[in-house]
């Protein structure tokens, strides 16, 4: 919905544009004529002109898909093409000479059929020149859609965007037309501040461009998946018009019908399959399916594993077909042989999409791991979940829709899920977020003098952490990502209040020795799954490391883990 209102409103605004004047003087000479034979046939015309690059929008929605799987990089370049024609107007003004042109050779050629007859036809075919005319102002607008359709993979929402732009435009020509020199006269008024606004316009999608084309865009969507930010998560969805899954629970437990949310994107882009032939969307007619959007560091997504592998094995001989859709956030997670290990240590035998360049991710237009998405077997999403819990609920939505599909999944209890270590549900009452080590997206760092960034810096520890803050000692150089110990040993420490505490660590070569500390005590029993309860353990490759698990609930706890020697990589913290 924020997308759409915002096209409209494009599309209201390009009116106030220097570039627009050339076209007014011909539509106020039109003011005095009946509205049916002048006005509306007018905007008629510029509305076709608009329908049909929304026409070739819809056509050309396979090389938008495709532009996810092989030209993520030219459209990249074309949207930043597109926000220089915003910045520097006489840029779009010299592309597009050659439409004025056209359009202005159209003008006379309404004149001149006006003074032969009153029919609406030369008031049509002005409709069509005023769509040409408006190209240097509405070029650059039209683009960032068309590329901004590219980027996402969706051609059914680009050809609404056109329309609501073409809505936007034909309303303020409609005001134009009502208003005749009064607009005009306070126009030649606005020209300075809209000019700046729409340099302003080209300067931030510049920047978003930047933020693309760093993955700026992915890490923050990352930020926002967890469960500690529901609240927030809830408000930017009902904002950009996304039922959140606490609506949908509602619905659900009433015994309401499921809505009908669209159809089934594509499976294209995966780059590899694991544990499955490549699967299709068409080849899956007949199913029941459910998408898991996961990675294999996310804590949050192991946790719902245990569910998402139950109920595979309990559905899927009536029809369910369960499909990992693997989306990295991490680069080391991009590697196909740490996919393949991680699945192997989390017993997953469904089917598992590799989906490195976002395609699906981007297809379903998803924002959160893990989420999980319910497909009936003719094709629909009819419901969605995202984060953790209401696994009853969820198993629900299957059930419900392998009937619907003939099948007779029986009236089972739910799965009994009693899974131990990583796995286990979080303990509840935790009060730390997740905590990222790369400067990129860190909060509360404390080391005395900040980060060196990308540089190699001895580190020390401050005198005392308050709640949620960390710190780092002895050398390391601290990228964007992560933080690599590049000193003989160093450590880390985090001020925390759960019952769980993990880590994504991984060594750049030999595997390497660490040990933990609780309070400045070994852990006993409050040991993770990944030491012993002296608190040593070692990074043997790159993953999420278990450190602490308190007994019964959370606590406020002073942590360290101390590292004895170079090479260790670390990544972010996560609780439970």
Known sequence: MLLLLLAYLGGVLTIISPCIL???????????????????PLLIGMALTFAVVGTLAAVGGGWAVEANRYGRWAAIALL????????FPALADRLTRPLVALGSRLSQSVDDAR???GTAAPSL???????????????????????????????????LLLLAYAAGSATSLALALLLGGRLFAAMKRSLGVSEWVRRALGLLVLIGVAAIALGLDTRLLARLSQSQTSSIEGGLSRLLGVDMDESQSSEVASGAPLPVEG????????????NSPPLTREGLRGKVVLIDFWTYSCINCIRSIPYVRAWA???GPEGLVVIGVHAPEFAFEKDVDNVRKA??????????????????WRAFGNRYWPAHYFIDAQGRVRYHHFGEGDYAQSEGVIRTLLREAGRTPGNMPPVDVRATGAQAAAGGGSRSPE?????????????PGGFALNRIRTYAYPDELGLNQWALSGQWRVGPQSGLLTGPSGGIRYHFFARDLHLVLGASGKPVRFRVLIDGKPPGDAAGVDVDANGYGTVREQRLYQLVRHPGRGRQTQFEILFEEPGVEAFAFTFG
């Open 22 to 40: 050339p076209v007014l003087p011909f539509v106020f000479a039109r003011s005095d004529l009946p509205f049916l034979k002048s006005g509306l």
């Open 343 to 360: 699945m192997a240590d989390l017993g997953i035998r469904y089917p598992v999409a590799i989906d490195n360049d976002y395609a699906v």
């Open 115 to 117: 003074q032969g007859g």
């Open 263 to 274: 159809r089934m994107p594509p499976l294209d882009g995966i780059t590899t399959w694991l």
């Open 435 to 447: 905590t990222y080590v790369g400067y990129a997206r860190a909060e509360e760092f404390k080391s």
């Open 80 to 87: 930043a093409f597109f926000g220089l024609t915003l910045l």
């Open 313 to 315: 094995e309990r559905y």
């Open 125 to 159: 075919l002005l409709g069509v020149a005023t769509g040409l005319l408006w190209a240097p102002c509405a070029g650059p607008i039209l683009g960032l859609i068309l590329t901004g359709a590219a980027l996402q993979g969706a051609s059914v929402e680009t050809s």
